[in-house]
């Protein structure tokens, strides 16, 4: 089974185009090579990529056939689960939305609900938004969806990253989270914990513990808190408040995330020596 590419829509940097391969030291190859195996499954190797950000190394998926690299840049954003970065996990997801569009479009409709996709060039954790009239329609939707999505998963992405369907309403609050890992599902206040916590463990600690929230005002937030990049309204989606979510790492140091998001990311914040 092979990815549909003619509705394959993430872009793939220079693989999109003419690839330009270079030499890259042999050591960092095969370091990649096995890191690749190890953590994305069988592919063949293409060639290695010479770019200002670091030499990437590039392979072409076996089952599916699409093409991604490894990098031996410092991996600063990913997921703690990738120590090396890697745009598999958007391309593989981008595969699966190709597979999955006229499953997406049967739920829509048998269900009356709207599935919003995220930008998968985006490191979400989020597998999808579904906007249903009801808590139970959601649930019925999220389950078929996850259902369609099990036939395509051989690699268990979505179940061993602990990504999740985050389920609206109409007028765009959110009701709860479907977990396909454990097929459950969990209402707003624990889902949103939760996801957190998950966000927490998977980009910060493994070992942190959620202690407590706190809500508050744009102006105090602005303030109390220092923000990677720069809080300036661009690039942001903020309500008129902001939720904060305090964890103790495992060394014993805080941890602070808010609801705040960053190109569709949460904002891991500091506390700020501004008055």
């Known amino acids: 089974m092979k990815c549909n590419k003619a509705r394959y829509y993430v872009s793939l940097l220079a693989l999109s185009t003419a690839l330009s ?15 690749a195996k ?13 770019s200002e950000q670091g030499d990437r190394y590039i392979f072409a998926d076996t089952e599916y056939g ?8 410092e991996n600063v954003t990913a997921p703690l689960y990738e120590t090396k970065l890697s745009n598999f996990s958007a391309v593989y997801l981008a595969c699966a939305d190709s597979f999955l569009m006229n499953e997406y479009d049967r ?23 579904l906007m249903a009239d009801d808590e139970d329609t ?13 036939a395509y998963d051989t690699r268990k992405w979505w179940q061993s990253k602990g990504m999740s369907i985050e389920i609206i309403n109409t007028n765009r609050a959110r009701l709860g989270s479907y977990y396909y890992d454990g097929k459950r599902y ?3 206040e624990e889902s949103t914990i939760s996801f957190y916590t998950n966000y927490v463990h998977q980009h910060i600690d493994k070992q942190a513990t959620y202690k407590e929230k706190t809500v508050v005002s744009i102006d105090d937030f602005a303030s109390t808190f220092e923000t990677v990049p720069d809080f300036t309204g661009e ?18 140091s805080d941890i602070f995330v808010a609801d705040a998001f960053y190109l569709g990311n949460p904002c891991v914040l500091q506390a700020s020596e501004r008055q």
């Open 186 to 188: 969990v209402s707003k």
């Open 107 to 129: 739920i829509q409709t048998e269900y009356k609900v709207k599935l919003f996709i995220p930008d998968r060039s985006i490191d979400y954790f989020c597998f999808c938004s």
């Open 66 to 73: 699409f093409n991604y690299f490894v990098s031996d840049s």
């Open 38 to 50: 190890a953590n994305y499954g069988e592919a063949e190797y293409i060639g290695c990529e010479n």
């Open 138 to 150: 959601g649930i019925k939707a999220a389950e078929a969806l996850a259902s369609a999505y099990q």
């Open 235 to 252: 690039n942001w989606d903020i309500g008129n408040v902001v939720t904060i979510y305090y964890f103790i790492s495992g060394d014993g």
């Open 21 to 35: 391969l270079g030499s890259c030291a042999a050591d960092a190859e095969e370091s990649a090579r096995a890191y």
